[in-house]
């Protein structure tokens, strides 16, 4: 049970205690403040009874005794604890008793100041040696020092045992709490970008036939809020960090997809996060010239591993572009421009003989996904450049367009059956057969002007068959699409790239699907997401296993998974508003709605998104229809 509001983290089991095993603890900026934290009340541990998220920063722990053996089975002490991310821990002892009780509480306290991930690894050391501090304790080692305090001080604190203690008279029916703090000595109480009065979200809402979708939103947005992280240098741009309790820092590529998801909730994240990757892109000289730097990633079984740097700047014009369209200002537009310019760019200059985008490092494969964020970037870029009068859209296009000529030759498999696109292909130009989630790129065309989709990769005929290739039992797992198809050889459930799925790359698929009609694909993914999203209390991992869904059972967490990560949150929001299919183009001043005519989850409004800057609520009825109930004034309704 992981509670976030960063830079704070408190990890805890469904028990309730903190026993200092595993990743248990509070946490800031990555290390351990807090390891042990294990209360008993008239010398016994409380029995419990119920352990639950109440919100993306705060869990509710409910535990029981019976202060008398000889009261009967019934307990009369009801201890219940509230603890927050941001280091606070509310402990309290409520009576049932018909009589006044004498009640001794101790809480036991350590911790080893160790990091996050010299803990994942097994390597946090023993506890430290605690002093006595104000109204509490404190340890302090090389790496830092930490503080405990308490309301009201204790009685008695040993430093050498690591305990507090106190004594409460609680009268029949009567209460009485205890408020702990920790945090590094010095420093203040933890100040959450998501809990700020500036948040970049919008707090939208759904609601409709279907209560599930109330709770995915909700809960999405939540830990949202809950991941944003501030530029230190730059307090006023915000971004969003990869996940928790393993990546809370920034990947570009992951940062870039969850602010392009989160859009409908307004521009700001978008603009913040283009800020921050902005300052990090490469100057001067060089073939890596105009690249945003990004750490390498596993690719499955079948390709070495790949430069998510080249996917997020892929990604920064498609996000620019886009955002102008959802409401971004122009002179913001033009702020962010050249740095697009300069992926763009790098894109024309890098294209191996002026046809494919090949992997940075010599002698790599040529992926299908990464042809897919190229002839996107291409011609979202192309539509970016004209708009802002700049030159470069011609060649891009011109590009874009030698492009899907030679891909649908090229990747394209025939065999039995309708053929499949391949995965990559080899630098002696063979084909890397394997059929794997990565595919979904090629659904994800971008949006122009107009509501209109950019144009795919794929023709009509190659579109259909994906369509039904990623509808079919082989990737469709009933929980959502597999890593890699289960007939494939290295197929493996819990694969990261080879099995597992990935909640990022099905909410492509469902949008992807609706946008070129295959509505039934679409929606059954959806189906199949959301029932996974109920699985695991609405808050999505970034991927779980891939095992066949069956009657009464549950998708299988994934032991590496964050929870919650930025993409599998923003996937939440892209699917329900999918459902609406809103396309805005505040530049003209229109919105364009496309639907899923088949209103998969029945009637659903989704109120408080924004469009064009100002507030947009949209009702879709259980035939399909969607209607516009709140806009900025002046905005029309694109037929």
């Given at each position: ?5 960063l830079?704070g983290?408190a990890i ?104 996050l991930?010299?803990?994942a ?49 609680l ?37 409709g ?51 392009r ?20 892109q ?31 700047t ?26 697009a ?91 890397v057969?394997h059929?794997?989630?990565a ?32 509808g079919?039992?082989?990737?469709d ?121 088949s ?30 109930e ?10």
């Amino acid at each position: 049970m992981i509670c976030v509001a960063l830079p704070g983290l408190a990890i805890s089991t469904d028990q309730g205690q903190l026993t200092g095993r595993g990743l248990e603890g509070f946490y800031r900026a990555g290390r351990r403040m807090l390891s042990r934290c294990q209360i008993r009340v008239a010398g016994r541990e409380p029995l419990p009874v119920q352990a639950r998220l109440t919100a993306a920063d705060r869990a509710r722990f409910v535990g029981t005794l019976r202060t008398s053996p000889q009261a009967g089975p019934d307990p009369d002490v009801v201890v219940e604890r509230t603890r927050h991310a941001d280091g606070t821990e509310r402990i309290t002892l409520h009576s049932a008793a018909v009589r006044p009780l004498r009640v001794p509480v101790e809480v036991a306290l350590g911790t080893d100041l160790a990091d996050l991930g010299a803990i994942a690894c097994g390597k946090s050391g023993p506890e430290l040696s605690a002093t006595v501090h104000d109204s509490g304790l404190r340890w302090s080692s090389a790496h830092g020092n930490s503080i405990v305090t308490a309301d009201p001080s204790p009685a008695d604190a040993l430093a050498s045992a690591g305990l507090l203690r106190w004594e409460f008279i609680l009268p029949p029916g009567g209460s009485a709490s205890i408020e702990l703090r920790v945090r590094p000595d010095g420093t203040g109480p933890l100040r959450a970008v998501g809990r700020a009065a500036t948040s970049p979200l919008t707090p939208a809402r759904a609601a409709g036939d279907d209560p599930r979708v109330e709770a995915l939103l909700r809960t999405s947005i939540e830990d949202l809020q809950a991941l944003l992280l501030r530029d230190p240098a730059h307090p006023a741009d915000t971004h969003l960090a990869a996940g928790v309790p393993w990546r809370c820092g920034l990947a570009p590529a992951e940062a870039l997809a969850a602010a392009r998801m989160t859009l409908p909730l307004g521009t700001r994240l978008a603009v913040g996060t283009l800020r921050t990757l902005a300052r990090t892109q490469l100057r001067g000289q060089g073939p890596q010239s105009g690249m945003i730097p990004g750490p390498i990633r596993d690719a499955g079984p079948h390709l070495p591993p790949g430069c998510t740097g080249t996917e997020a700047t892929l990604l920064f014009p498609v996000l620019l572009a886009e955002a102008r369209r959802w409401g971004l200002s122009e002179p913001e537009t033009e702020e962010l421009l050249p740095a697009a310019e300069r992926c763009l760019t790098w894109l024309r200059m890098s294209a191996d003989d002026g046809t494919y985008l090949r992997d940075p490092r010599s002698g790599g494969p040529v992926r299908c996904e990464t042809q897919a964020h190229a002839h996107r970037a291409a011609l979202l870029g192309a539509d970016l450049l004209d708009a802002c009068g700049r030159p470069g859209g011609v060649e891009l296009r011109q590009w874009a367009r030698a492009l899907r000529a030679a891909f649908r030759a090229d990747f394209w498999i025939d065999e039995v059956g309708g053929g499949r696109p391949a995965a990559a292909r080899s630098p002696d130009g063979h084909h890397v057969p394997h059929l794997g989630a990565a595919a979904v790129h090629l659904l994800d065309t971008g949006l122009l002007g107009g509501g209109e989709q950019a144009a795919g990769l794929l023709d009509k005929v190659q579109t259909e068959q994906l369509a039904r290739l990623l509808g079919g039992p082989a990737m469709d797992s009933g929980w959502g699409l597999r890593g890699l198809s289960a007939k494939e050889a290295g197929h493996n459930p819990f694969g990261h790239r080879s099995g597992a799925v990935r909640v990022h790359e099905t909410a492509l698929a469902v949008a992807g699907l609706a946008a070129a009609d295959y509505e039934k694909e679409a929606s059954t993914l959806l189906r199949g997401l959301l029932g996974a999203a109920e699985a695991f209390g609405h808050r999505l991992p970034e991927m779980y296993a891939g095992e066949r869904r069956t009657d009464q059972g549950a998708p299988l967490p994934h032991p590496a998974a964050c929870r919650p990560a930025a993409t599998a949150a923003a996937a939440g929001v892209l699917l329900l508003t999918t459902l609406a299919g809103v396309r805005p183009d505040s530049p003209a001043g229109t919105v364009t709605l496309r639907p899923v005519r088949s209103a998969p989850l029945g009637e659903i409004v989704l109120t408080g998104l924004r469009v064009a800057g100002a507030p947009f609520s949209v009702r879709v009825s259980r035939l399909g229809l969607a209607m516009v109930e709140e806009a900025a004034d002046g905005l029309q309704l694109r037929a």
